[in-house]
């Protein structure tokens, strides 16, 4: 895939050998009344070797979904605050990401982040979101009603000093435009005061 053999080793030649960076990869779909899946399903927590990250690609699955919006939102929100609830089924179903993080009882978020860091959330997707910003204190999922909702996302990553960069890989525009939204509601903007966020990687940026 495009994010295993392009993506991934990319970054990594970007950054350089010698940069103290951590690399990890999660997958969401939507779950309760949004599909019959998961939130978040983290496939390789944060780790100094990009490899396996890259080798992590090769669990990435496109299904499922009962409807057109995904759980971009609750996923995110668990991965960076470590939230968890039954509802949301895959990783970000219990208390405590300890165990998930090696026994590290410092780290947080069920991606495993570290105190000290920069985190950096980057999504790639072509679905609307459910929970999204133009709804930001209302939550879709009725049948998960401690489901987070996107002011909460944007608290909890501002509260971690955290950047958010959106990808749409598909061509309707959904991710890109959500995207935009909360790239400025975390100050993830270019030297212009610009979102950064893109549409069609083949394209580049917008």
Known sequence: STLSTTIVPGIARAIGAGADVRYGLADHKDFANGGAEYALTVLQPLNADPARAQAATSRLVASGGGDGPEAMVPAMHALISGYGIAEYRGTATRRT??????????AFGWGCFSPGRVPILVLFSDADWHNGPSTPMTNFY???????TYDQLVTELNRR?????GIDVGSTRDTYVQSEQLARDTGTLDAMGNPIVFNNPGGGPE
């Open 142 to 148: 009725s049948l998960a009603p401690a489901t987070a």
């Open 161 to 165: 000093q955290a950047y958010f960069v």
């Open 97 to 106: 990401t300890t165990s998930d993080c090696g026994g590290d009882a410092t």
